[in-house]
């Protein structure tokens, strides 16, 4: 059976991309830290990342709030991929820190050479295809000492991550460390089952919605969605809880923050997916500056990439230069108050597709 929350259903996947639908790809590596191969030590381990992708930034977000940066080597791919010019072909994840972005008019501080193979490789795909794959997807958790990829999926890496974080040399102790997968039975069954449906609806939901190219399948991904927000914002406001599950920020959390992080300074443009947005969520709004506001989740990401990223394969590579009302983003997550006070979420209207 195919677990929703980490991928999506390939039945039928070629018929579907055929029709226009956007079908994700399959993680094929799915080796875990604590396998015998694999220990838990500190040092051992890193990341290849982009801060512009969303499942990227899940594991840095996890790396981050559990107290892993100094344990856990991260290396940072240029926000857009290589074109049809580029000896190796298009849309190859690039090691390019000497790249000038469009947005920024400068070179990204984030962006770094390839570190941890010892080969310096340029592409993320060089990295595969030294253990035979022609995958070619972050982010990737990678073993320095064996050379070898552990696992390219990122729930099970965020998972892995963090019931491994002392053993890895996490900064935080346990008092002050955040557990994002309880052990009670009961609060990880809700985590699991709010897992799917905000993959399902939220987090693959924007990508249904933004790169389909067939409009019955942007209508039914794009009023999910909302309705979805919608779910979330009465789950909050039902008793005034901080966090999804409660009084604890866990999985659930950080699995729902990176979609929403982008929403309204990106997604509500290049993923049409402009019926409103968070802002006019009072709830989830706050839950948005609140998580924003934990220590080492505003660094775990940067808008120059995600703007970079995502309108710089549009069909003209013109990057938009707001939203500035009521205030630029990133700096509106500072500001609770920012959010329009509304009574009830906005409705979805009816489509005629």
């Avoid at 940072?76 to 000497?98: H, I, L």
């Avoid at 009670?184 to 990508?207: F, K, S, T």
């Amino acid at each position: 059976m195919t677990d929703h929350s980490k991928q999506e259903d390939q039945a039928h996947a070629s018929e579907r991309r055929a029709r226009g639908e956007f079908v994700r790809g399959v993680s094929g590596f799915r080796h875990a830290i604590g396998d015998p191969e694999f220990p838990a030590e500190p040092g051992r381990y890193h990341l290849f990342v982009a801060l512009n992708c969303p499942w990227c930034h899940r594991v840095t977000l996890a790396r981050n709030v559990l107290g892993l940066q100094d344990s856990i080597s991260m290396d940072v791919a240029f926000p857009n991929r290589t074109t049809e010019d580029d000896p190796e072909g298009p849309n190859n994840w690039q090691f390019a820190p000497e790249l000038v972005a469009s947005a920024t008019g400068a070179t990204l501080p984030e962006c770094t050479l390839e570190t941890a193979t010892g080969q310096g490789f340029r592409l993320v795909r060089e990295i595969y295809r030294a253990e035979g794959s022609e995958e070619r997807s972050v982010p990737i958790l990678y073993d320095k000492i064996a050379g070898r990829i552990v696992n390219n999926e990122s729930a099970e890496i965020i998972r892995m991550l963090n019931g491994n974080a002392a053993l890895l040399g996490s900064y935080c102790n346990e008092a002050n460390r955040p557990n994002l997968y309880p052990d009670d039975p009961a609060i990880r069954a809700e985590i699991d089952e709010l897992n799917v449906q905000i993959y399902v609806a939220i987090n693959n939901g924007a990508y249904k919605a933004g790169f389909s190219s067939d409009q019955n399948v942007y209508a039914t991904s794009f009023g999910t969605y909302f309705k979805t927000l919608a779910q979330l914002e009465d789950r909050l406001a039902s008793d005034g809880r901080p966090f999804l599950t409660g009084e604890r920020f866990t999985e659930v959390d950080l699995r729902l923050f990176p979609t929403l992080y982008r929403h309204d300074p990106v997604y509500y443009v290049r993923m049409k997916l402009n019926g409103a947005k968070i802002l006019d969520y009072p709830h989830l709004w706050r839950w948005l500056c609140r998580v924003h506001d934990l220590p080492g989740v505003a660094n775990s990401s940067s808008l120059d990439h995600c703007r970079q990223g995502y309108f710089g394969r549009s069909w003209n590579g013109v990057i938009p230069a707001g939203p500035f009302v009521p205030m630029a983003y990133p700096g509106a997550y500072g500001h609770p108050e920012l959010t329009v006070q509304r009574v009830t979420p906005p409705l979805i209207p009816k489509t005629n597709v």
